[in-house]
């Protein structure tokens, strides 16, 4: 197959230590202009649990963000994830990603000025080091006060593979999800009625499970299906890595706690490799690849604990919004009304207690 001439096959690049470097494809806009769609289901009203924005790759502002939920589906309101935007560049390290949340709370607060149909960050996800163990309710309290009403929770990245390396943020220490300072981070966390995003590797998900069953009163949700790698070493290897993360999930469904977040297949380390095609992917066709992860966290999981995400614009080097939006609905068209109520909005509604109404 020819491939897309903006987004070629880079030569493997490596890490200092040695480890294959994947780095996140910048969205090429003229690419993805060359394919439109109808949307499915426009009434259809959708919280966009999970997005970014930041001055890398290309940047992506409030605009950009506007400019893609503006495109055709309901998109009622969104959440902001964490990813290292405007931390603080000085003062004691451990709060310097309250920056993050005061932009960000600037970024909403100046959407609502405009009045603009979607709640832009109607919850804000930002981050603060669990490591800091008890010290850590002086940060969070700052990002409180810093969020101005719509602070939600935090993000602590711990996704480590051996065989990969791929985090804008630097790789974390392999045991970072069982040290006890982490745990203690993490009882501070649910005591202020804060919600905890993991991001993690598949292989990672069954020390989620310990986590999770150690902490049953912290409302936890696993980002991006937690991650089914293709790349580097599981190249080839698609249903054996889908078998075992099939198993994890199991695992993982058995935490009333947890939740899921479906996306972010779109990421370069899910091997997919849909930036490299000669023409940008129809719904169809990112729905087929999709589909068998999501629709197997569905039925683990239950619409009531998923929660649809774009994850952009990391994954808008893969496919357009509208072609995302319309994947995902027809990755759900076998779901009842309800179901998929919960799992366009209402599971992210109350998660993240945002308080949206349709």
């Known amino acids: 197959m020819s491939t897309n001439a903006q987004n070629p096959a880079p030569q493997q690049e490596y ?19 060359r394919h439109t769609e109808e949307i499915i289901e426009p009434d259809l009203g959708i919280i966009d649990p999970h997005h970014h924005l930041w001055d890398v790759f290309g940047g992506y502002g409030l605009d950009d963000l506007i400019e893609d939920t503006s495109t055709g589906h309901r998109i009622l309101a969104t959440v902001y994830s964490q990813c ?36 832009v960050c109607a919850g804000i996800v930002g981050h603060a080091d669990m490591e800091l163990g008890d010290d850590v309710a002086e940060v969070l309290q700052a990002e409180v006060e810093a969020g101005a009403g719509y602070f939600r929770g935090i993000r602590h990245i711990t ?30 966390l649910q005591k202020m009625g804060l919600t905890f995003d993991a991001w993690l590797y598949f292989k990672q998900i069954a020390g989620l499970a310990e986590l999770a069953r150690a902490h049953p009163d912290l409302p936890i949700v696993l980002n991006h ?9 599981y190249v080839g290897k698609r249903d054996e890595v889908f078998k075992e993360w099939q198993a994890a999930m199991k695992l993982l469904a ?29 719904s169809q066709v990112v729905a087929e690849g999709w589909g068998p992860y999501i629709k197997t966290a569905i039925e683990l999981f239950g619409a009531k604990r998923c929660m649809f995400e774009s994850n952009f ?10 072609v995302m939006w319309n994947a995902f609905k027809r990755i759900a068209s076998g779901a009842s009304a309800d179901e998929k109520a919960w799992l366009f909005r209402e599971t992210a509604n109350r998660f993240y207690k945002l308080g949206i109404t349709d």
């Open 313 to 322: 614009p990391v994954d808008k080097a893969m496919c357009s919004y509208v």
């Open 225 to 233: 299906l937690g991650a089914p790698l293709g790349v580097g070493p």
């Open 254 to 282: 058995t935490c009333p706690n947890v939740y899921m977040k479906l996306g972010g297949l779109g990421m370069v380390v899910m091997g997919f490799g849909l930036h490299q095609r000669p023409e940008p992917p129809s």
């Open 15 to 33: 890490d200092s230590d040695g480890i294959p470097l994947f780095r996140h494809p910048t969205p090429d806009k003229a690419w993805l202009a």
């Open 159 to 188: 996704a480590r593979d051996e065989g990969i390396s791929a985090s804008l943020l630097g790789r974390p220490p392999a045991d970072l999800l069982q040290r006890p300072a982490f745990h203690r981070g993490l009882r501070v």
């Open 84 to 119: 290292g935007w405007s931390y603080k560049e000085d003062g004691p390290v451990g709060m310097r990603p309250v920056g993050e949340v005061a932009r960000v709370a600037a970024v909403a607060l100046e959407a609502k000025r405009r009045k603009l149909p979607t709640q």
